[in-house]
């Protein structure tokens, strides 16, 4: 039997945000398709719980499934659960967003279940036909995946959260099944990065930093009042991480994180190809660099050629200003 | 130790791509190619390795024959020998390259398989999982740090996953793929590439592998992206704040 099923993301026992993007964009495969249905698979820790918060949405039926051996993720005993699961239920479609956990699981799966796989999708053309980005976002290819089997991650700033349903879906908890591995492979511990800022991938609002600030003790002093007077998260070019202005996960772009915030600020960045490809979906682009010939101003809505050490304090007390307005 | 490194010959992520006119491919005149920049931290992973637990590290390559050049960069970096499956006309999906990995593999015997966690061409981050599941071996993706326990035949890894660090235990052979804080790659010396021209690069084609050719996944058309139109420069911090508060009401 077909069906498209998509697989949420239990993160410390709650839904990803990126998980409803996925339901949208199963929502489209289905109308592509023809297909009236689309259901949901939920694993691990406190699954029947967040089943019942899938359930809220346009979905026939979600799956859930709760057995210690699943109460911390890893590829190798998700793609033996979720391959049992489907020996009982079969799917032909499965659909995830485009995260760590889904990059890591879903090549593994496809595999066990010989099914074939297409990554990070921007539009779906039809059932077997689909748009992504390839070489950091400078093009967009037209790919076409074969096969009864198909494993679908699509990028969740392509795609809308899907509306709540008008009746809930009904929720079935299933397995547990017969999991063992003939190899090590262990979850020890998930040391979670703590901000009191938004996540990056989720923020309204991002204001990133680039090499144009000269130092760490400047990215702080700088970056870090102008994200808290917008309620902002942080974000970085490459160039920054590189010179260890900041740490890794700031890094937007083609091989950092892929954002689409309502607002983006772009400060001492120049805009290389790959921090672009990470950014250019913003709703609204800022710039604010020196260089008036930067590539950034090319895609900026609104560009202002200054020096950032002087425009990004002022505009904090501008910002001030039009808040208490 | 048995190490073992797939590296990827991928146009220069610096450069600008050009789509040809008939949207088949992209313009490589004038292109210079390089290691794909995650697998060359992969080559350095697996020569630190090598270093403290002794051992052989083999570079696998799977593409043109001009992938021999990638090949040879990574033995000028520090690694013993090479081994390049030519593709030259054929068409390979991630999982034909998964096959043709896993067959060389096999071939080879190994420890620990380290590649880079993505290339920065096709964008596919595909091969890893893929190839750990045809061998049936355990993988850790996005490593940032690794830590080999010889003895016990096992790998710490931490990898760097949405939202912050993730440990995972993982018993050898094992493969490992690398993100970009991993390590900083070392640069070929002099000695290095002299050396390079002396080690063996052992090369076969897809057929001789024996390797199932018929892709699931193919790319119809390339296009480029739309433009993003630009919008103005402003004169001042004053008018930036007002455009933003009464035009595009983001404030």
Known sequence: MAGILVVAENYEGRLRSATFHAVQAALSYAKVKGEPDVFALVLGTDASKLASELALYPLAEVFSLEQPEVAHYTAEVYSEAISQFLEARPFDTLIGASSTFAKDLFPRLAERLRGGMVNEVLEILAPDRFKRPMFAGSVIATVRLEGDLKLITIRPTAFDTPPKAQKEAKITPVGPFAISLPFTAEFVQFEEVKSERPKLTEAKRVISGG??????????????????????????????????????????????????????????????????????????????????????????????????????????????KVKSA | MKLLVAVKRVPDPEAKIRVKPDGNSIVTEQLKFVINPFDEIAVEEALRIKEKLGGEVVVLSIGPSEAAEQVRTALAMGADRGVLVKTDGAYADPGIIARALAEVAKQEGFDVLLMGKQAVDTDYGQTCG??????????????????????????????????????????????????????????????????????????????????????????????????????RKVGSVEELVRALHDEAKVI
């Open chain 1, 211 to 320: 090499r144009g600030l000269k130092s760490a003790e400047n990215f702080h002093s700088i970056i870090e009042p102008l994200a808290d007077t917008l309620g902002a998260a942080i974000g970085a070019s490459r160039a920054a991480v590189d010179s260890g202005f900041c740490p890794n996960d700031y890094q937007v772009g083609q091989t950092g994180k892929v954002v689409a915030p309502d607002l983006y600020v772009a400060v001492g960045i120049s805009g290389a190809i790959q921090h672009m490809a990470g950014m250019k979906d913003s709703k609204v682009i800022v710039a604010v660099n020196k260089d008036e010939e930067a590539p950034i101003f090319e895609i900026a809505d609104y560009g202002l050629v200054a020096d950032l050490f002087k425009a990004v304090p002022e505009m904090i007390g501008e910002l001030k």
């Open chain 2, 130 to 231: 893929m190839l750990a599941q045809i061998l049936g071996v355990p993988c850790a993706s996005f490593a940032y740090k690794v830590e080999v326990e010889g003895e016990s035949k096992r790998l710490v890894v931490v990898r760097e996953v949405d939202g912050g660090l993730e440990t995972k235990l993982i018993g050898m052979p094992c493969i490992v793929t690398a993100d970009l804080r991993l390590n900083e790659p070392r640069y070929a010396s002099l000695p290095g590439i002299m050396k390079a021209k002396k080690k063996e690069i052992r090369q076969i084609s897809l057929e001789e592998l024996g390797v199932e050719v018929t892709p699931k996944l193919r790319v119809e058309s390339l296009e480029e992206p739309p433009k993003r139109q630009g919008g």
